[in-house]
T-cell receptor, first 116, second 110 residues
Framework: ETGVTQTPRHLVMGMTNKKSLKCEQHLGHNAMYWYKQSAKKPLELMFVYNFKEQTENNSVPSRFSPECPNSSHLFLHLHTLQPEDSALYLC???????????????FGEGSWLTVV | TQLLEQSPQFLSIQEGENLTVYCNSSSVFSSLQWYRQEPGEGPVLLVTVVTGGEVKKLKRLTFQFGDARKDSSLHITAAQPGDTGLYLCAGCHNFNKFYFGSGTKLNVKP
């Protein structure tokens, strides 16, 4: 139990479907992240939110749409994905506060996405 | 190019052997983390190091942060099959910028 919960853990979707990944953190953090992890590739940062505001979009295609309604919740809305988007999607959080030492990023269990 | 270079990429050893994984950068980090990840799961935090020269021990795992806070090492003593997994290091810049190494895939054979 890392304090970051992701649902669903597994998702299979067709290329024309619309689905969403959900993330909730119980750590009182202010920064939340979406990462993509594909086989044989390093972790790829997708989006960063700090105090509900998007502070980073790492050139992610518009078929991925993030939403951060508050500091504890983060969504990734998926629409017309491609088979190459199949990967493990990881949500993470950190304190997001300047000046705090030992800043650490904590991950959820991941959502395995398969696009067919 | 990766800001954090992790080596080796792959390591296959026999149970009982010792090993060291390295994480190197030319940048200074305010903190550095090590994670272990199993297939299909999220990375699980093992340790955070903050102070240059800091050494932390977690059972058979020893973590060291370089004096200049640019590099780190993870040493496992008497590896066991349960240590098998992907080991990731991450360095923190500012307060919410994290840079990850490409990972070390460890396989410990019984």
């Amino acid at each position: 139990e890392t304090g970051v919960t992701q649902t669903p853990r597994h998702l299979v979707m067709g290329m024309t479907n619309k689905k969403s990944l959900k993330c909730e953190q119980h750590l009182g953090h202010n920064a939340m992240y979406w990462y993509k992890q594909s086989a044989k590739k390093p972790l790829e940062l997708m989006f960063v939110y700090n105090f509900k505001e998007q502070t980073e979009n790492n050139s992610v295609p518009s078929r991925f749409s993030p939403e951060c309604p508050n500091s504890s919740h983060l969504f990734l809305h998926l629409h017309t994905l491609q088979p190459e988007d199949s990967a493990l999607y990881l949500c993470a959080s950190s304190s997001g506060q300047a000046g705090s030492s030992g800043n650490t990023i904590y991950f959820g269990e991941g959502s395995w996405l398969t696009v067919v | 190019t990766q800001l954090l270079e992790q080596s080796p990429q792959f390591l296959s050893i026999q149970e009982g052997e010792n090993l060291t994984v390295y994480c190197n950068s030319s940048s200074v980090f305010s903190s550095l983390q090590w994670y272990r990840q199993e297939p299909g799961e999220g990375p699980v935090l093992l340790v955070t190091v903050v102070t240059g020269g800091e050494v932390k021990k977690l059972k058979r795992l020893t973590f060291q942060f370089g004096d200049a806070r640019k590099d780190s090492s993870l040493h496992i003593t008497a590896a066991q099959p349960g240590d098998t997994g992907l080991y990731l290091c991450a360095g923190c810049h500012n307060f919410n910028k994290f840079y990850f190494g490409s990972g070390t895939k460890l396989n410990v054979k019984p």
